[in-house]
């Protein structure tokens, strides 16, 4: 009788993870859905729902529009060199910080910890004016090294090393 329960209780808990996974990926199949949709049929209520009219037009359209393989370099370029200096920058902050023992170890540690209590949204406007200054600003170096070096990433790094 109590393995019939576990049995249960384990088809309920299974049941119950495949019930979120399906609202969670609702709004995902949604939009791949749209995208072979013609915009007229977007903002119908009720949806409608049929398989009729799916065509490339949208696709067709953006690409013909911009330069789509110019913006998907741009993004892996910005992604790989911010990735590999963040991890750098983290990395030899977090091995100074858990491996060498000199006076105000822990104080600078925990002055990089604070920083996590700084809203990201109250440092917009000085990184921008920093930018700025430098001439930074709709240039990629611009995007690749404000994230550069995370209090975040030093923590992990530090804890981990």
């Known amino acids: 009788m109590a393995i019939r329960h576990q049995q249960w209780v384990r088809v309920m808990h299974d049941l119950a993870a495949v019930v979120v996974c399906l609202i969670f990926l609702g709004p995902i ?7 072979f949709r013609p915009s007229r049929d977007l903002f119908t209520f009720p949806p409608n729902l049929s398989l009729n009219g799916f065509s490339l037009q949208n696709f067709q359209a ?23 200096i963040t991890i750098i920058a983290s990395s030899m902050a977090g ?23 700084i809203p990201l949204q109250v440092l917009m406007v000085p990184v921008f004016l920093v930018l700025k200054t430098l001439g930074w600003v709709n240039q990629l170096i611009g995007i690749i090294v404000p994230p550069a070096a995370t209090p975040t990433g030093t923590f992990m790094m530090r804890q981990f090393i």
């Open 29 to 35: 199949l949604w939009a791949a859905y749209s995208a």
């Open 62 to 84: 953006v690409f013909a529009s911009g330069d789509v393989a110019r913006y998907a370099f741009n993004s892996l370029l910005v992604a790989t060199i911010s990735s590999l």
């Open 95 to 117: 091995f100074a910080l858990a491996k060498f023992k000199f006076p105000g170890r822990n104080l600078i540690f925990m002055v990089i910890l604070a920083t996590l209590l």
